[in-house]
């Protein structure tokens, strides 16, 4: 259900479970995680895309339940830690629909780029569920208002509004939807690999410094990048 091939330093992802909306069941939460553990010592790019008309509708709730609550979240916990430590930038391609759960495998994509036709929804909500994950992963991204309104009510988005509040980092034409995927991973690996996952470990260091001490942290890094590449 998770198909993943491999190029060089260069991996693709693809979610095989058309018919479903490509819907996370347990066993593909269990494969991802798995896959992102095991490519983190030699992937320096990632792409997600989904099979069929639809990037993921999310969870699949149909899915009966095995063992406790907190042993289901701690699966999703531990894929989500997995995307956090990936070392490697992860680029997501969006065509169709994602939401809940979908709508967060966006999130922690580096970069997102959606077909303008894509459609975002946060629906938990409405199915009686509160998306700690979800909220744990906006933060980030959006103003407080903006991400209480799509948390709150559920409304979904366009690919347009989408790339205004930064849920995505450029929209593109349907058709033109896979090859920008390959194309910015192309560019991206084409890069020095020790300056391309520099870049990817100081921003996510950078948002736990207080911003008073970044200036003198930034001077730190930057000077240890320019000893690493002599």
Do not use: W
Request: glycine fraction near 8%; proline fraction near 2%.
């Amino acid at each position: 259900m998770i198909d993943v091939s491999v190029t060089g330093r260069g991996a693709r992802v693809v979610f095989r479970r058309a018919q479903e909306g490509n819907r996370f069941n347990a066993a593909m939460v269990v494969q991802m995680r798995d896959k992102l553990r095991e490519l983190s010592s030699s992937i320096d790019v990632l792409t997600l895309t989904g099979d069929g008309q639809d990037f993921c509708l999310g969870r699949d709730r149909k899915e009966g339940r095995a063992g406790t609550p907190y042993d289901s979240f701690k699966l999703v916990t531990e894929l989500n830690e997995s995307f956090s430590e990936f070392p490697g930038v992860v680029v997501s391609g969006v065509r169709g629909r994602a939401e809940g759960f979908g709508v967060g495998l966006v999130m922690r994509s580096d970069i997102a780029i959606a077909s303008d036709g894509a459609k975002f929804m946060l629906d938990e909500v409405s199915h009686g569920i509160a998306p700690m994950f979800i909220m744990a992963a906006i933060i980030d991204h959006l103003q407080p208002k903006k991400f209480a309104d799509l948390i709150f009510t559920g409304r979904e988005v366009g690919a347009a509004e989408a790339l205004d509040l930064g849920f995505v980092s450029r929209v593109v034409k349907d058709a033109d939807l896979q090859a920008t995927v390959d194309r910015v991973a192309a560019d991206l690996l084409s890069c020095n690999r020790d300056v391309l996952l520099a870049c990817k470990r100081y921003l996510k260091e950078a948002r736990t410094i207080p911003e008073s001490g970044r200036h003198a942290y930034a001077l730190v890094q930057q000077v240890r990048a320019a000893e690493t590449k002599k």
